[in-house]
Nanobody, 113 residues
Framework: QVQLVESGGGLVQAGGSLRLSCAASGSIFSMGWYRQAPGKQRELVAVMTNGGSTNYADSVKGRFTISRDITKNTVSLQMNSLKPEDTAVYYC??????????WGQGTQVTVSS
């Protein structure tokens, strides 16, 4: 079973920045972040494969940056120019060679206007 440990998140004013981090155990080949706002479906924020390929939601392009340390199985999400609509629970996600898809427990990000 893959374990994901998240850190970061919190409360910030609009225009501010936050950084999320996540560490995983296992044989990981892809890690990323999703988010879920109240009353909405969980959506992709950003993902990066071991090969360095990235995919961002259109709503965060140019503001958020995903990075990974493959040797440590970690992923970070630098979030700049935050907007109130970025408020959500952010979930770390990892895809493991043996166990498939795993999720972190979620961390709250709240952006005040």
């Amino acid at each position: 079973q893959v374990q994901l440990v998240e850190s970061g998140g919190g409360l910030v004013q609009a225009g501010g920045s936050l950084r999320l981090s996540c560490a995983a155990s296992g044989s990981i080949f892809s890690m990323g972040w999703y988010r879920q706002a109240p009353g909405k479906q969980r959506e992709l924020v950003a993902v990066m494969t071991n090969g360095g390929s990235t995919n961002y939601a259109d709503s965060v392009k140019g503001r958020f940056t995903i990075s990974r340390d493959i040797t440590k199985n970690t992923v970070s999400l630098q979030m700049n120019s935050l907007k109130p609509e970025d408020t959500a629970v952010y979930y770390c996600h990892a895809v493991d060679t043996w166990y498939g898809s795993s999720w972190g427990q979620g961390t709250q990000v709240t952006v005040s206007s």
